[in-house]
């Protein structure tokens, strides 16, 4: 139901726009976030878009990634000033209320962030 792309490698210091499309028609979203998981650790919340566009995010995130949401209910992760310490798999998590009127609350497959040092 949701696709995540646009991890990648990148140096310490750079940048990577993540996004998170759902793959089916929807009705709207309820909020969408985003999670990682480094290796060994737990699955933990960085950033939240709700329906009405207000925001948040953990404190390692603030003032260095950006949650946002197009028109077309792509969701997505603006992260700069990478550390080495944001290496990650990415995850969005969503609920929606999909074409034909059910309620989806799931997660996208997982993007890799690598930034080397």
């Known amino acids: 139901q949701l696709q995540a792309s646009g991890g990648g490698l990148v140096q310490a210091g750079g940048s990577l726009r993540l996004s998170c499309r759902p793959s089916?028609?929807?009705?709207?979203?309820?909020?969408m976030s985003w999670y990682r998981q480094a290796p060994g650790k737990t699955r933990d919340l960085v950033a939240t878009i709700t329906s009405d566009r207000s925001t948040t995010y953990a404190d390692s995130a603030k003032g260095r990634f950006t949650i946002s949401s197009d028109n077309a209910n792509t969701v997505y992760l603006q992260t700069q000033s990478l550390k080495p310490e944001d290496t990650a798999v990415y995850y969005c998590?969503?609920?929606?209320?999909?074409?034909?009127?059910?309620?989806?609350?799931?997660w996208g497959q997982g993007t890799l962030v690598t930034v080397s040092s």
């Open positions: 089916r028609s929807i009705r709207s979203i309820n909020y």
């Open positions: 998590h969503a609920d929606l209320l999909t074409g034909d009127g059910s309620r989806y609350i799931g």
